[in-house]
């Protein structure tokens, strides 16, 4: 079974949800956490990416800019691994061991990276359900995982609420 479980997690709202799936796993399985984020200027939260140009008018303003972005995405880094310690607690108190990492990259192979240097033997990634032009453009973290990752890839998919609604009554004839 799992003994080495990498669990891709970004600032999406489906964070929790892959996180409690890859904890319930760990837990029945007596497997190892690798609690991974990786920083894209594309996630969000992020500050994006920084436009600089190489023309500028005003020095000053362009130096005071870069160093409000460097600032922002020293911010966004320490959001990331205090999110991760915390994750990591919470597995310590569910009897799971866990470490984490953070890394700084594109998102799909700096997955498969981590899996690889960890010798991961399942990779839990989350979809966001992007389909047709949205996953064109947005590409999907999970697919690419899916193809290229060198072991076992489980992909946790949103959950609906059609689960916890009670289904409509249906209307019976009496005579």
Known sequence: MFKKILVALDNSPHREAVFEK?????????AQLMLCHVLSAYEDG???IPIRSYQAYYP???????????????EF????????????????????????TQVTGEPAA????????????????GSHGRRGLSELLL????????HRATCSV??????????????????SATA
């Open 22 to 30: 890859a904890l319930d796993l760990a837990r029945a399985t007596q």
């Open 46 to 48: 992020s500050p994006g």
């Open 60 to 74: 000053v303003l362009e130096d005071s800019t870069w160093r409000l972005y460097q600032q922002r995405w020293e």
């Open 77 to 100: 880094e320490a959001q990331g691994i205090a999110q991760l310690r915390q994750e990591q607690e919470i597995a310590a108190a569910a009897g799971v061991t866990a470490e984490f």
């Open 110 to 125: 700096m997955i498969c990276n981590v899996a690889d240097s960890w010798q991961a033997d399942l990779i839990m990634v």
């Open 139 to 146: 590409g999907s973290v999970s697919n690419y995982v899916m």
């Open 154 to 171: 489980l992909v946790v998919h949103p959950t609906t609420d059609a689960a916890s609604t009670p289904a409509p009554a249906t209307a």
